[in-house]
């Protein structure tokens, strides 16, 4: 490519002052596009200290996440709704509202995150502030006050999730993704299997102890346990590399450098910092954004068995604690799977078919539980519904790939994709109708069809990708001749690198996004 390709065009003007900067070569640009011997070295290093403290947090407080919301359905064993006084569709409903509080705060939420910067804080905050709301509820006494609780629960459980989604795309590049997003999921399968040992476990040991029932104690001791981690986070949780005091110099470049050159513009907002409602009209105005929603509430409502499934374990025909103490084989079993199948999607850089083989063996898992009344089978279908959880890391990993720059736009989008997703959790409750017990077939029917919406999910978005990936094949064609925006997308770039536009165009290539 010539220089000239750029001269007619007053927007790559170079500034006085920005002599030395321009002055950087056609080669050094493609160096640059790659991280030196050292640099790589010094990668390996930053991956370590990055794995060794931010993966243990993060997954520990997902895994009180998911405790903390899931334990609604081990207190149903323990006499929650006996003692509230709750019909079947009440406790749905207080099972539903969660999630109403929890879409309404995911977009506002990740958008002051990016905003405010502070990641360790904020997330911190809420962590305490949902510990403390689970704990409160033990003393709830009546409907409305479970309803109260279930709500505010969701509110100030919202900023977490889609916010770490967004923060570990700050640490970790597309080829990093799957796996580490498969460990973090891992916290809530973790929660599935321990959460309900601990629920067994206050059951027999705890149970009208100080004049309270087993239920109310697994929301004070699971809720306090929250908070104190909660203040763990503000303290030590790292906000972002160029902030991370033990981070070297050299590890922050690197940090910040292996981001931008994946991507092939900076991890920055244009000037600093874009505006957070320009980063969320971008993620608003991209297809793939509601895609990969439909494809998440697929999962999601397919998923919602676990909010049921002491319940449908019961139907076994064990008591309480047997029914809990059942629940864990099937998640422990999907940990260590999910963590194989997502290290699998990153090792071969595939997203799509890794989405889509769990559908079928989900679908065959709901089939044999609703036609099957013998305890082997049905036992052992509960093993084939859990690869639905196989499915989170790829999606996770694939919405930062798919919607990879700027951060103000990956924010917003996966705010909006979770909220999406998380809406299939108010409806899907109430297709859990207690007189098709054992079978549950309606809910079920449910899961196959969203099952079967969310692979036609995956095939658009493998299409469309594929698509993309052809353009990007003709803008690295030097002919090619640059739009306004696309030139001021490479200023960004250009500024932040220290090159000139022509040379921040060669950062460009290389570039794909993984089907």
């Given at each position: ?11 790559t003007?170079?500034p ?24 790589k ?6 991956r ?22 899931n ?10 709704t ?14 539903s ?10 977009v ?19 962590v ?33 999730f ?21 460990i ?18 206050i059951l ?18 699971e ?10 986070i ?12 033990l ?6 470049r ?33 297809i ?26 019961k139907?076994?025909g ?6 809990l ?17 997502s ?9 799509f ?16 539980f ?75 029917g ?5 099952q ?42 250009a ?5 000139d ?15």
């Amino acid at each position: 490519m010539n220089s000239t390709d750029f001269a007619f065009r007053p927007e790559t003007v170079v500034p006085a002052g920005a002599v030395d900067k321009a002055s950087v070569s056609h080669e050094e640009a493609i160096y640059r596009a790659s991280l030196t011997e050292e640099e790589k070295v010094i990668e390996r290093k930053l991956r370590v200290r990055i794995d060794s403290l931010i993966m243990p947090l993060v997954v520990l407080v997902y895994l009180l996440n998911y405790i903390d919301r899931n334990n609604y359905a081990a207190a149903k064993l323990q006499g929650l709704t006996e003692e509230l006084h709750l019909t079947d569709t009440q406790y749905q409903t207080g099972l539903s509202i969660l999630f109403v509080a929890y879409i309404l705060m995911q977009v506002p939420s990740n958008l002051l995150l990016n905003y405010m910067g502070r990641p360790s804080f904020y997330l911190g905050f809420f962590v305490c502030a949902w510990g403390l709301v689970s704990a409160l509820t033990s003393q709830v006494k009546s409907y409305g006050g479970i309803v109260a609780c279930r709500f505010l629960l969701g509110l100030v459980e919202a900023p977490f999730f889609a916010g770490v989604l967004f923060y570990l795309s700050k640490w970790y590049t597309k080829n990093e993704l799957a796996f580490r997003m498969s460990i973090f999921y891992s916290g809530s399968l973790l929660s599935g299997a321990f959460g309900n040992l601990i629920a067994a476990g206050i059951l027999s040991g705890l149970k009208g102890k100080r004049g309270m029932s087993a239920w109310q104690w697994l929301y004070i001791i699971e809720g306090s346990v929250t908070v104190c981690v909660g203040l763990v986070i503000i303290c030590i949780l790292p906000d972002f590399p160029e902030t991370w005091k033990l981070l070297t110099p050299e590890m922050r470049r690197v940090a910040e450098r292996r981001l931008a050159i994946e991507a092939a513009e900076a991890d920055v907002d244009e000037q600093g910092g874009m505006s957070q409602l320009k980063g969320l009209k971008l993620a608003m105005t991209d297809i793939k954004t509601y895609v990969l929603a439909l494809g998440y509430m697929c999962i999601t409502g397919a998923a919602g068995f676990q909010n049921f499934f002491p319940t449908l374990v019961k139907t076994l025909g064990y008591n309480d604690t047997i029914s809990l103490l059942l629940v864990a084989p099937p998640y422990i079993f999907m940990v260590f799977y999910s963590l194989t199948h997502s290290w699998l999607s990153d090792k071969m850089e595939v997203r799509f078919w890794f989405f889509v083989y769990p559908i079928v063996i989900t679908i065959v898992g709901f089939v044999i539980f609703m036609t099957v009344g013998s305890f082997g089978p049905r036992y052992f279908s509960m093993f084939l519904m859990v690869f639905v959880f196989a499915q989170n890391g790829t999606l996770y990993s694939w919405i930062a790939n798919a919607i990879p720059r700027p951060p103000a736009k990956r924010a917003a989008a996966y705010a909006f994709i979770n909220s999406i997703g998380n809406s299939a959790s108010i409806w899907t409750p109430y297709t859990y109708i207690a007189t098709e017990a054992p079978y549950y077939r309606t809910a079920l029917g449910v899961c196959i069809g969203l099952q079967t919406l969310g692979g036609l999910c995956g095939l658009f978005m493998y299409l469309n990708l594929r698509m993309l990936n052809k353009r990007q094949e003709r803008l690295e064609n030097e002919d090619h001749q640059l739009t306004d925006k696309e030139l001021r997308r490479l200023q960004v770039t250009a500024d932040f690198e220290g090159i000139d536009l022509a040379s921040a165009r060669q950062l460009q290539k290389g570039f794909r996004y993984i089907l």
